[in-house]
């Protein structure tokens, strides 16, 4: 199964780069999209995903997206584990 990894941040948020921490020590591709610079990378946050947090992690495989609001390693290495 083909994973695309979605990681939205803003700038000074300690938890974004945390989580990019995280999924570079994975060795996980994801690409970035940072919200405070980008407005249309905000507006699909809000209006796709339903998110307004910072970081919000995306998973979007061929049956769907997988939305991980905030910092929360447990649940994004179940769902990684499961694909």
């Known amino acids: ?47 796709t995903y339903h998110s307004r947090t910072a970081p919000t992690v995306v998973i979007l495989t061929d049956s769907g997206a997988e939305v991980i609001e905030g910092f929360d390693p447990d649940r994004l290495d179940q769902f990684l584990s499961a694909a």
């Open 1 to 47: 199964m083909a994973l695309t990894i979605l990681l939205f941040t803003q700038s000074g948020c300690l938890n974004c780069e945390v989580m990019k921490i995280f999924l570079e020590a994975k060795g996980i591709t994801f690409e970035e999209r940072d919200m405070s610079l980008d407005t249309t990378a905000r507006a699909e946050l809000l209006e």
